[in-house]
């Protein structure tokens, strides 16, 4: 919990300074920008049947990650809370997730999650290698590509539950600062 609550209090302090946050602040719910997050994941994953077709492989990973990044964002919204930190993002879903607050699989908040020690890869570290790399054609890419696209629709199907639930969703107060 020491990880969420330095997300939320370093937003504010930034905040309090006139600065953009890195972090995450509460501020009030969201349906609309929950949906059009949503859109914006279809859209993604709408890209990668683009980019195979292209053959720009490279970009594909980019668009599995934010297609559920995106979705991430959207469960954000309808909590309350803005973001501006993917580790940040991770560890709130992770919270909510451990809480029993939200119905969204672990592995899409896994593949989100950016790690700090160098043998954990996640997602991220396979966008950042796809888009910095120099190829354009990918085997890994290739390889995963069904598999990928059926865990984004997984991801947006239970996004959509969530977004579209008449459920109120809160901040847990214990991260209200």
Known sequence: M??????????????????KHKGLLIVKSDNEQAREYLIKA??????????????????????WFY??????????S??????????CTASFLKYL??????????????????????NDESDVDKRETARYGSSVKSEDVERRYEYMNEICKRAISQCEELVFSDKDFKVPEELRL
């Open 2 to 19: 020491k990880g969420i609550n330095e997300c939320f209090a370093n937003a504010i302090k930034d905040e309090k300074k006139g600065k």
């Open 97 to 118: 997730k451990n809480k029993n607050l939200i119905d969204y699989d672990e592995e899409f908040i896994d593949r989100i999650t950016v790690y700090r020690t160098k």
């Open 42 to 63: 279809k859209t993604n994953l709408e890209l990668c049947n683009f980019y195979k077709e292209k053959q720009f492989d490279y970009k594909i990973p980019e668009e």
């Open 78 to 87: 309808k909590f309350g809370v803005e973001s501006r930190s993917q580790r």
């Open 67 to 76: 297609t559920l990044y995106y979705c991430a964002l959207a469960i954000l």
